[in-house]
Each structure stands twice: as structure tokens, then as C-alpha cells.
């Protein structure tokens, strides 16, 4: 009997300690959602007064959290907002969807709301400011009309595109550009004049003779048969002097009065030779060829130089 006593009382003592344990272990756990239920509090009144600023990002990111820690459906719509205030149209399509789904009795708020965002998706544009007034616009290298009438373009979203807006006289203006769904992006358009280079005299091989006038250069070629004939006139007269020589003193003067012969008949060739093209040069001279040679060019100006031809007559 004594026996059974002392098991009953060891039983109850087990019994009272499983029970001390679970008590505690209530309130502790207890204590603890309380605990995260209001820190998720505070991180919800954080993410709408970052809402109310306008601070999406730091909102969605408040909100998140409140989310992870007590997994109510109602944060879905709170995340979604921040998604869509942030550009990001796609993911608050997603959150939207999910809060439907979850939250039904809210439905037709929501649907207003995906409708509205569907819609916005589909109407994504680029404003171009600024620019030269007729400037032509291209879209991936395809007319997309003139500034300033179509200075409000509509592109697709979420895709990369070359926006390149042209006008003569002014650099081209080329921008690679992805815009997010549902937005206006702004662009400012600067083109800066071209500098237009002073066209250079570019002289090609045919045409450098051409800077000197016809008179002057017969001229030139006048002088070369008159000096190589004033070299065989001496030689000439050296031979002819040696042929008297050799006379005097009774030798054989046949190869010296070749030589001196000649050298004679040379000079009497170059000599007619340099006097015709002195001839020449004279009625070059007074037939009037002594303008200066025109230049003219021959390629247009482009900005970027141009060849010249060189006038006047030969």
C-alpha cells in the first residue's frame, strides 16, 4: 500500500512539471506572437508613411517584411501598390493576382485596378525635348516621323530599341533606350552644328605642272640647249685651236678636225634649238598666258574638304 503511494505521488509530481512546462511554453510562445505582431505593426506604419512620400522602394521593402512575419493576404495589395508606384507594372500584376485569388470579396476593386494597369502596359511612350524643328526620327533604323510633330513616340515595352533623330548641318543624335511598361520616358534631344571645314587645296600628281605658266616653262627648257651649246662652242674652238697647232708644226690634223667639227655642228643644233623655243617663249609671252591659274573644285563641299582641278591654258 505504502508502496503504491509513493508511485501515485511521483506520477503527480511528473504530471505538475508537464504542465509547469506547457503553461510557460503557452505564454512564452504568446509573448512572442504579440512581440511579432507588433513589430510587423511598426514595419506596416513605416512602409505607409514611405507610401505617402512617394518612397516606394523603402515601402515595398517595409511591407515585405510585415508580410514574412505574419503572412496576411491584406499585405499583397499593400505590395502590389509599391510595384506599380516603382514602374514595375508586371509585378504588381502578379501581387494582384494573388490578392484576387486570396481576398475575393475585394474583386471587382481589383479587377478596376488590373484593367487600368493592363492599359497602361500597352500605352508605353518616349517624349523627345528639344532637337532642330524637321529633324527625321528612326526607331530601330524605321521612320518614325519629324520633330517637333511627333515629338511623342509610342514604343514597346521592356525592349531595346535605337532612337536616332537626323537633320542636316547638325550631328546625329542616336540613343539606345529601354522604357519601362506603362511610362513616359523623357528624352532630351542635342545636336550640335557641324563644323564645316575650310575646303583645302588638294593638288593631285597631273595637275602640279599645271601652277606654272606654259611661257615660263618653255622658257625653263630654252635654257638647257643654250648652255650645253655654249659647252661645245669652247669645245669647238679648243679642237679648232689644236688643228691650227698641229699645221704649224707639219703633223696629222685628221682626228682633231673630226673632234672640232663636231663639236661644232653640236653647237650649231643646240644653237637653232635654244633660239626656236626663245621664239616660243616670246609669242607665249604676248599672245597673253600669264593668268593665274584658276581653281576649281571639283567635288562639292560636304564638310569633309574637296579635290581642286587647276586652270589655264599651256
Known sequence: MMHRLSDWKIYRFFVMVFLGVSVQMAVSSESS?????TLAKNYYRLGKMHFSKKEY???????????????RNELLF???????????LKNALK?????????PGDKNQVNSRIIDIYRRLKSTYVE??????????????ISAGKLPEDKLLKVAPDREFVLEVNHSGYTRFVRKLKVTPGTIFRVDVRMNPQKVKTPGLKITQDNKSSLMPAYLKVGLFTLVPAVVAVVTGVQALKWNSEVEKLNEEGLSSTSAEKKAMYYAVATDILGLSSAALAVWT???????DKKTPSVVP???IDGHGAVFNIGGRF
Open 78 to 88: 499593400n505590395i502590389a501598390l509599391c510595384y506599380e508606384g516603382k514602374g514595375e
Open 128 to 141: 523627345l525635348n528639344g532637337g532642330i524643328s524637321g529633324s527625321e526620327i528612326f526607331i530601330n533604323g
Open 33 to 37: 506572437a504579440n512581440e511579432n505582431l
Open 298 to 300: 571639283s567635288v562639292g
Open 282 to 288: 616670246v609669242y607665249l609671252f604676248t599672245t597673253g
Open 95 to 103: 501581387y494582384l493576382r494573388q490578392y484576387r485569388k486570396l481576398i
Open 57 to 71: 522602394v523603402k515601402a515595398l521593402e517595409m511591407f515585405q517584411y510585415a508580410f514574412k512575419i505574419t503572412s
